[in-house]
């Protein structure tokens, strides 16, 4: 009970910075009247989400599932590929100058090719544009976690006859947990953009992207912030979880014990 009662103390500040923030955007509006202004008031906006809430959220729902699906094997794979770099050397000079060339390749410039290779209606490549985007941040802050090892701890195992596999298991991958979990939380964020800019050349016409571009290219500007809030709250959603997913995979951390004692 004290946890949650700290936690929503640490909550309070947001929540007001964010209320200040609509109120202020909806005064705004409604003092200055500004002609032609595309920014719509948050009443109209939230108005648009209840009045179109069958298509919002079955968009949402389309577009949710290439965010989760994206990000899932994105994870995995980066994962997977830091894993083989921190222990071949050769895996090492293979994928990270791939990782690095692909990670400079714009999405517009990829979402055409996958369009081809999948199909233009195919989920698969907006799947993958999202693995492409989630799998480099990934892969370098867990890389750089499980590198990263005091080396009195790899001699201490060494001493006691650990192989290389048992070091990783008991000393690297603990240590990359912090750094897996700061990447993890930029990566809710880039597979919601990923999947939405993905969407603007091909996919589903039900999803949230093609519900932006048609709703603004009507001047529905209301409708079209509507889809962006359902974007918005899918990725705040991932984001709360990947915190929680945090405290529970490393309550041994020193940010998880200072946060219980703040609280």
């Known amino acids: 009970m004290t946890q949650i009662l700290g936690r929503l103390r640490r909550s309070t500040a947001p929540v007001i910075a964010g209320v200040v923030i609509v109120v202020g955007w909806e005064l705004a509006l409604l003092i200055l009247n500004p002609g032609g202004f595309v920014l719509p008031p948050p009443s109209d906006i939230i108005g648009a989400v209840f009045e179109n809430w069958s298509e919002v959220f079955d968009a949402a729902r389309n577009t949710g599932f290439i965010i989760v699906t994206g990000l899932v094997v994105g994870v995995l794979v980066g994962v997977a590929a830091a894993l083989l770099v921190t222990r071949f050397r050769l895996a090492n000079e293979v994928i990270t100058p791939l990782a690095v060339s692909l990670n400079a390749v714009p999405i517009i410039a990829l979402a055409p090719i996958f369009n081809a290779w999948f199909g233009l209606l195919s989920p698969r490549s907006n799947q993958a544009i999202v693995v492409v985007l989630v799998f480099f941040p990934i892969f370098i802050n867990t890389a750089k976690g499980l590198t990263q090892v005091e080396p009195s701890q790899i001699e201490l195992m060494e001493s006691y006859a650990a192989g290389k596999w048992t070091i990783t298991r008991e000393v690297r991958i603990p240590n990359a947990m912090p750094f897996f979990f700061t990447a993890l939380k930029l990566s809710t964020s880039l597979a919601v ?50 915190g929680a997913l945090e405290r529970v995979a490393m309550p041994w951390h020193t940010s998880m014990r200072a946060d219980q004692q703040s609280n």
Do not use: C, K, N
């Not at 050349?201 to 409708?223: C, E």
């Not at 509507?226 to 959603?237: E, K, P, R, Y």
């Open 193 to 242: 953009i990923a999947a939405i800019v993905a969407e603007y050349f091909g996919g589903r016409q039900d999803a949230l992207g093609p519900l932006i571009t048609q709703s603004a290219g009507l001047t529905r500007y209301a409708d079209a912030w509507a889809a962006v809030l359902a974007g918005t709250v899918i990725g705040g959603m991932l984001y709360v979880l990947t």
